[in-house]
């Protein structure tokens, strides 16, 4: 049984988005897996996203999702909300993988963009539908128009927000302007799936995020979002400009590359990249040090 949700804060507030930990050969390390996943739980995280593009999802099979789903649930499933990326640019495939999210013990499912092919708006409207009609799950849309080719234009957004099951919005759109009248229009929880934009979105709306940098910095966050829901806006912004050193350090490249990168600073579970991903140059790992360091991360 996953935390207790409320309709404003359906999978709470604060979710990392989290790597898929390998082995030194390339294999999944679902001990691994598990180690990090209480790690940020303890540190302060509402939830975690698996098999996202920072799960490195293009690259884990099917059955690698799966077993990570049952392994993360297993560890940290009665105290964190479990939230499986279960969309490709298939809706077939999508159906089979929500569904065995779902069969994993998956708290909820995140449905992004379908992407390369470019679908028009009906096409995304059916492909989303289509998702959450499969199970029982709440589902929690991913608008990343950068990686996907195409928004889900407000809309869209309108009609499917009344589906029972489609509850929430990671935005990605860095459009604080279409995300403010789409909050507005939806009623779905909005969450910030773009970690500079964080606070600026709690502004408009926002009730939590969807955080890569959260791997290293929960603590901080959960600190900004509780300021700013608080009333202390001033605590909130103080708190958002000491983390731009590690928003910017951390999206200099690929965000899993860094993740990955700081991570073996820390001495943490993350492991090699899969191609065509790779790891840092070491001019590179020095420049993240510097920025870590800058934001009061101790690497």
Do not use: C
């Not at 540190?43 to 799966?66: F, H, I, Q």
């Not at 990326?85 to 995140?110: F, K, M, P």
């Not at 929960?218 to 909130?236: H, I, M, N, R, S």
């Amino acid at each position: 049984m996953a935390p207790t949700s409320t309709p404003q804060t359906p999978f709470g507030r604060m979710l990392t988005a989290m790597v898929t930990p390998f082995t030194p050969d390339g294999a999944l390390d679902l001990d691994g897996a598990q180690r990090l996943a209480a790690h940020l739980v303890d540190a302060g995280n509402d939830g975690l996203v698996l098999n996202g593009t920072t799960g490195e999802s293009p690259t884990t099979s099917d059955a690698e999702k799966a077993q990570l789903v049952r392994a993360v649930v297993d560890a940290v499933g009665d105290r964190a909300h479990v939230v499986a990326g279960a969309s490709t640019n298939d809706t077939r495939h999508s159906i089979e993988l929500a569904r065995a999210a779902q069969d994993a013990g998956a708290h909820g499912l995140l449905t992004v963009t379908p992407y390369y092919s470019k679908p028009p708006q009906q096409g995304l409207y059916a492909h989303f539908k289509a998702i959450a009609d499969a199970t029982d799950l709440p589902v929690m849309l991913y608008d990343i128009p950068g990686r996907s080719g195409v928004p889900i234009n407000t809309e869209t957004m309108v009609r499917l927000a009344e589906h029972p099951r489609i509850v929430a919005n990671k935005d990605a759109k860095g459009d604080l302007g279409r995300a403010s009248w789409a909050i507005a229009q939806t009623g779905l929880a909005w969450y910030s799936g773009d970690d500079m934009l964080n606070l600026p979105l709690l502004s408009v709306g926002g009730v939590g995020f969807v955080s890569v940098v959260g791997h290293l910095v929960t603590p901080e966050l959960v600190a900004l979002v509780e300021a700013y829901t608080g009333g202390d806006v001033a605590k909130a912004t103080e708190l958002h400009q000491q983390l731009l050193p590690v928003y910017t350090g951390m999206f200099r490249t690929q965000g899993v590359i860094t993740v990955k990168a700081a991570l073996a600073l820390r001495q943490m579970p993350g492991g090699p990249l899969r191609l065509p991903l790779v790891g840092l140059s070491p001019e590179e790992t020095e420049q993240l040090k510097r920025d870590l360091k800058g934001g009061g991360v101790q690497v």
